[in-house]
């Protein structure tokens, strides 16, 4: 023991090294995507799986390096924005991107407690989930796409986490998009899968139009704050406040204005009201120059916030924006596992965790936020208890459970988000590769309704499965339980000025959602697993895949489990408390949201631990659900089985089977309008207005001027010399009377 | 000095004119030499390009490798050439195109080849002649001899409707070109007074810099209708001059709405001319722009700048709706290009420098990605002589490598981060938004970022995706070595300008500071001091040390300057 942490404190990953966690399984992408056909399958996924864990490795020791065994070894890096130190972080700056005027983006990457903890997630996961697809995908002849794909997702979903700016990130952010979107419409052929891609690539657009408005907007904002801030707000900062000053604008020439160590001093820096700021600037001072003139820094930073919001709807597939992961489905199992549950949907969780300390200074849009997650959440739990296809459950129960982060970060609780981010990540992608067996072994069939008594023939897969549906129903002692609780203790307890009927209104709600999410997940698992074989059956018996696809769901499921230990109240906190291990140990990240919101001018964030009193009725709701669907799916309904279902149970049931007719919605508001707005402006402004009336036109007229003057070009010399003499008889009588005159 | 030092610049545009001659001189049945030597003085071409963008220096003088000497005294004009920050790396971007060009026709052109590498010889002169022209009757004749050999390319080489294409073509630009001509001689007259007149463009710029500042200064208190003298001049027919240059300038990149000409020109093209329209001639548009019509009516500008703004960005949601609305896929480029030019002129008229450095790292982009788009389009067609979408769909499993590479083009044009078309259109976005023309445009214009998207994809789709509904396609064949050979540079270059962009973007950031000040004179009430603008020049050599050796002629035949 004593020697494996001597090796572990040795295992310290140097900050120049940083950029080989992205690079190695970019190389392998190149080469499994270039060269994958003719090194043949076994070196695609040697080198495939190899890179990814590789990525690992070094993701372990750069954790390692942030998080030392031993206190002492703490590692800190200077801030080029402010003269106090990042504590608990590292992070190297390889120079510049790009930049011109003042703007400047620099290639920097950032690992600290937060980014730190995803790097694990992402790479771990990662390869497990690449393990499995070597099972998977072992009858697939796209197998080397598939891989430099996977490869190429990894990676960009690396940069996205380990980005120290808003453009770094967003490369990851619009590469985990491109990569999606190659993996859904991997099997191409068939067009609705393909067409799903696009879905997905374009409504991600939709929210990366907001992304790029919103940083557009902190640029305009850091600038304004820049030149109309003075030493008063720098001594919010710390140290003395001219030098804070200084080194805010050294900061911004050497680092450009979207850095987010820069982004957290200027939200340190900004006053909560005009009568605290002292004569510096505050929310609600107006900006003086600029496009953004006389609209207050308050106001614009909300705007900012909403449009990441949206931003991030798309990416984490919150309302209004959700619609193409259900789609999304259309990929292989292992992908739905990867990127659409455990790693790239929760970008958007990600960046508000990043940003807490912008979000903190605007109440306004963490209301939105939350209200967004809340809506999400609850709709898609609704409309996961009428889908037929295990895999589209599964995404609806992502959609709702991304939605409950999103409550959670938009009430405050961030680290409890996290946490749940990292208990989700576990015990849905255990659920979705365990689908991803259950297809596999019975002949690619999703139906739930066409499965049933599989519990018997794929005893690993159901295991892990169960455990992984205790856990996200929220079943103590199972990690979801603990994630999922913690937010809802802290919306219950954290409060938004000017929003504090949020706090009871959404609390409850999520009560609702729990027992929702306990009912569905109990019908797959009932229906999948319990019972007898349905006779609709592709296949009379199932078979248990092989151990490449059930030892990752072993060590999802152990995870799914032990992931708890984050949420017990293990460390000594402040004032004698007792905190969570997770809260204390992304402390460092979410400090500055803690000493904004300590002033006391927007958000009251609040730090008790649940009470058993608390537990026990998040664990009432959970069975109460679970309760009811195994009265409705193993009582009530094979009792009734033959007897039709009443009119409205069936109109319900469609309605929600339908999905709400949102898609329906979109296509006839937005899609149609689109495509019928270009078709007749082609024909009516390009084709006729431009094209025909105005250039042919001219063209038309020339020729028609031309060919009216020819019928005056006689070639009769006796007509010209008349119309010559007329002419002059005209001048000349024309001169006389001016004469005359 | 070496003769390289003076000479430089004019090698790089004579050698492919000096290859014409040489490919002029070789009988016409010798297919594979025309090409060989054709290929060749592109590629020497190319080589000589690259070092005189290596030889500029981003700190130095504003025009590097500058050459002067007399010619047409009498009317006020020398040969001058130079390159500043922007006309070396669209000079860089041209002689990129010339070889790839190349090879891109050899199988597709099979009738008149020697003429067909004339022509192409000879629009690589004249649209280089066109970028490094110091003086502005000498760029007006090369603006103007770009048409000829275009015309022809169009014309003759073209597909199934290529005579109206190519007349639509030449008339359409030959319109606003003669206007502008117009608008050349006027400010020749305007600029100086009888004896001093010069076509020279630092001369013509200095002369109206005082002019200039005092307009700006009256329209920051209101009151310009006192103004006398070229001042006045300038006051009362700078808009409409600005609009004679604009005009043409306008059809020529083209803007909305006087793109017409654009899809039928590309689609008649065949894939050298598209390659060669897309990639620089469009350019030559926002390059006059930047260099003509903005810094010497800096007043006009300001005064037309919403006007046009707004005609840049209905150009980019509208030309994105087109391609929403095609099936034909050439058309569908042609009008992504209409959508991709629309950022370069909002760039440029931001009046920013991220929106003036973005705008023309984009004019670069466009070239390679939209370049690269019709050149492998061309190897498509080549195959299934079919522009038609519909005639394609699910052709990814028969052509693997065509489609990975159509696909990163694709990405490119669709500015996903990473690759080159990211940066360009980041930073016009962004340079809207920062300028002084309203949050608005800068929204509006993001929207293309969505419906960019939409179109590429919905295109991509249709083509290589599904399944594969046609038998004809069954047969295609994968891109063959050299046609690998042909899309790989392309495929580089957007990821090493994705990735690396700051070594040309540090050539392009100091002509975009003097851009920004130059036109920021004329903002009313501007503050820019005329000696911060002024430009300085290689002055004119010594009278007949570059022509004539010995002393100079006495009598009735002297030197009367």
């Not at chain 1, 801030?79 to 510049?96: C, E, K, L, P, V």
Request: proline fraction near 4%.
């Amino acid at each position: 023991m004593e020697a494996l942490k001597q090796v572990l404190l040795q295992l310290r990953l140097d900050p120049a090294a940083l950029w080989l966690i992205i690079a190695l399984p970019l190389v392998g992408a190149f080469i499994c995507g270039v060269f994958g056909r003719m090194l043949g399958r076994a070196n695609v996924y040697l080198i495939a799986c190899a890179t990814v864990a590789g990525s690992f490795l070094l993701s372990v020791s750069a954790f390692l390096a942030v998080s030392p065994l031993e206190s002492s070894q703490a590692v800190s890096m200077e801030n080029a924005f402010s003269t106090s130190a990042i504590r608990y972080a590292f992070g190297y700056d390889y120079g510049t991107w790009f930049s011109t005027g003042t703007f400047r983006v620099n290639f920097g990457l950032l690992v600290d407690h937060l980014s730190g903890t995803l790097l694990l997630v992402i790479t771990g996961v990662g390869f497990l989930i690449h393990l499995y697809s070597t099972s998977y995908m072992s009858h697939d002849e796209g197998y080397w796409r598939y891989f430099a794909y996977l490869n190429l997702f990894v990676a960009a979903m690396l940069s996205l986490v380990l980005a120290d700016n808003l453009v770094l990130l967003f490369v990851g952010w619009e590469g985990v998009g491109m990569a999606s979107y190659l993996l859904i419409g991997f099997w191409y052929s068939d067009t609705a899968k393909a067409w799903a891609g696009r879905k997905a690539f374009v409504t991600n657009r939709i929210g990366d139009f907001a992304f790029l408005i919103a940083t557009f907007l902190i640029v305009l904002l850091v600038s304004a704050f820049n030149s109309q801030s003075n030493t008063a707000n720098f001594t919010l900062v710390g140290g003395n406040p001219e030098t804070a000053q200084v080194r805010y604008r050294e900061g911004l020439q050497m680092k450009g204005p979207v850095a987010f160590q820069g982004l957290e001093v200027f939200a340190n820096g900004m006053h909560g009201t005009a009568e605290k700021a002292q004569g510096g600037v505050s929310l609600e001072t107006p900006i003086a120059e600029g496009p953004l003139k006389d609209r207050t820094f308050g106001g614009v930073l909300t705007v900012a916030l909403l449009l990441f919001l949206l931003g991030a709807a798309g990416k984490s597939a919150q309302f209004p924006l959700y619609v193409w992961l259900p789609d999304a489905m259309a990929g292989p199992t292992p992908v739905s596992a990867l990127i659409h549950a455990a790693t790239m949907v929760t970008a958007g969780v990600y960046l508000f965790s990043r940003m807490s300390y912008l979000l903190v200074l605007s109440p306004t849009a963490m209301v939105t936020v939350a209200i967004i997650g809340t809506i999400t959440s609850l709709l898609a739990a609704l409309i996961a208890f009428a889908q037929d296809d295990i895999k589209k459950v599964l995404a609806y129960s992502t959609v709702s459970q991304l939605g409950i982060m999103f409550m959670g970060v938009g009430m405050g609780i961030f680290w409890a988000a996290v946490l749940h981010l990292v208990t989700h990540a576990f015990f849905k992608a255990c659920l979705f590769l365990g689908a991803g067996s259950v297809m596999h072994g019975n002949a690619d069939e999703t139906d739930i309704k066409k499965l049933g008594g599989v519990r018997h023939e794929m005893k690993q897969t159901w295991f892990t499965f169960m455990v992984a549906t205790l856990a996200i129903t929220g079943i103590v002692p199972l990690s979801g339980f603990f994630s999922k609780d913690a937010i809802f203790h802290g919306i219950h307890h954290n409060h938004l000025h000017g929003y504090e009927w949020a706090s009871g209104a959404i609390y409850y709600m999520g009560l609702l959602i729990a027992a929702c999410t306990a009912f569905y997940m109990s019908r797959v698992y009932l229906l999948t697993f319990e019972g007898k074989r349905s006779p609709e059956a592709k296949i009379p018996h199932a078979h248990e895949s092989d151990w490449r696809m059930t030892a990752p769901l072993w060590v999802l499921a152990t995870l799914s489990v032990v992931a708890l230990f984050y949420a017990l109240p293990l460390m000594p906190g402040r004032g004698g408390v007792m905190q969570p291990v997770m809260e204390n140990f992304l402390g460092p990240v979410f400090s500055s949201a803690e000493r904004i919101a300590s002033r006391g001018g927007q958000v009251a964030l609040d730090h008790s631990i649940p009470s058993l009193f608390d537990y026990l009725k998040a664990w009432v709701v959970a069975l109460t659900g679970g309760a009811a669907a195994a009265f409705m799916y193993l009582k009530f309904f094979p009792a009734r089985a033959g007897q039709p279902a009443p009119a409205f149970a069936r109109s319900v049931r469609r309605f929600t089977q339908n999905k709400f007719y949102v898609d329906e919605a979109y296509e006839f508001l937005v899609i149609r309008p689109v495509k019928n707005v270009s078709a007749i402006l082609y024909k009516l402004v390009d084709t006729l207005l431009i094209d025909t009336v105005a250039v042919r036109g001219t063209a038309w007229v020339t020729t028609r001027v031309g060919s009216a003057l020819r019928y005056v070009q006689t070639g009769d010399a006796q007509a010209y010399a008349a119309v010559m003499a007329l002419a002059l008889l005209g001048g000349a009588v024309y001169a006389l009377i001016q004469v005359l005159k | 000095m070496s003769f390289f030092d003076t000479h430089l610049l004019n090698l790089v545009v004579y050698l492919p004119l000096l290859f014409a001659a040489l490919v002029w001189m070789l009988p016409g049945a010798e297919r594979g030499q025309i090409r060989t030597v054709t290929f060749i003085g592109m590629l020497v071409d190319l080589v000589f390009g690259v070092w005189a963008y290596l030889r500029f220096e981003p700190g130095g003088p504003e025009f590097q490798l500058e050459y002067r000497t007399r010619w047409l005294e009498q009317l006020g004009v020398s040969y001058h050439i130079g390159a500043d920050g922007l006309a070396i790396s669209l000079l860089l971007l041209t002689v990129f195109l010339g070889p790839l060009v190349v090879m891109a026709s050899q199988t597709y052109i099979t009738e008149r080849v020697k003429e067909f590498h004339l022509s192409l010889l000879v629009l690589q002169t004249v649209m280089l002649g066109a970028l490094v022209s110091l003086d502005v009757l000498l760029f007006y004749i090369f603006w103007e001899a770009m048409l000829i050999p275009m015309y022809l390319l169009v014309g003759v080489w073209g597909a199934e409707d290529r005579q109206m294409a190519a007349v639509k073509f030449f008339l359409y630009t030959l319109a606003g070109s003669l206007l502008m001509l117009v608008a050349i001689v006027a400010l020749y007259f305007i600029s100086s007074t009888p004896g001093n007149r010069s076509f020279d463009y630092a001369t013509i710029y200095n002369s109206l810099v005082a002019a200039n500042s005092q307009i700006s200064t009256c329209m920051g208190t209101g009151d310009c209708e006192r103004l006398t003298g070229m001042a006045g001049i300038l006051y009362r027919w700078g808009p409409w001059l600005f609009a004679a240059f604009a005009l043409a300038f306008a059809i020529k990149v083209p803007m909305w709405p006087v793109h017409t000409w654009l899809p039928d020109a590309h689609v008649q093209a065949p894939v050298a001319g598209s390659m060669i329209l897309a990639g620089v001639m469009l350019k030559m548009g926002t390059f006059g722009f930047w260099r003509y019509a903005i810094p010497f009516f800096p007043s006009a500008t300001h005064q037309l700048r919403p006007f046009l703004a707004t005609l840049a960005v209905i150009g980019i949601v509208y030309g994105a709706l087109m391609c929403l609305a095609q099936r034909d896929i050439k058309k569908l480029i042609a009008y992504s290009s209409v959508s991709h030019l629309g950022y370069c002129m909002l760039g440029i008229l931001a009046l920013t420098a991220e929106g003036a450095t973005g705008s023309a790292y984009q004019m670069l982009n466009h070239g390679v990605s939209t370049g690269a788009l019709f050149l492998l389009f061309g190897f498509l067609y080549e195959r299934r002589h079919t522009r038609l979408m519909s005639d394609y769909g699910g052709i990814a499993k028969v052509v693997p490598v065509y489609t990975a590479s159509f696909l990163i083009i694709t990405f490119s044009s669709v500015a996903v981060p990473g690759t080159n078309g990211f940066v360009g259109e980041f930073l016009v976005l962004l340079g809207t938004f920062k300028s002084s023309l309203g949050l608005a445009f800068g929204v509006l214009a993001t929207l293309g970022v969505i419906l960019g998207a939409a179109y590429m994809l919905w295109m991509v789709q249709k083509v290589f995706f599904g399944p594969l509904t046609h038998r004809e396609n069954q047969g295609l064949s994968d891109l063959s070595l050299r046609e690998f050979a042909t899309v790989l540079p392309f495929l580089i270059l957007v990821l090493v300008m994705g990735l690396m962009p700051q070594p040309f973007l540090d050539r392009i950031n100091p002509s975009t500071e003097r851009f920004v000040t130059r036109a920021n004179l004329g903002a009313p009430g501007s503050r820019v001091q005329a000696s911060d603008v002024r430009i300085s020049v290689m002055g004119l050599p010594p009278a007949g040390l570059a022509a004539v050796p010995h002393s100079p002629t006495t009598g009735p035949l002297a030197d009367r300057r």
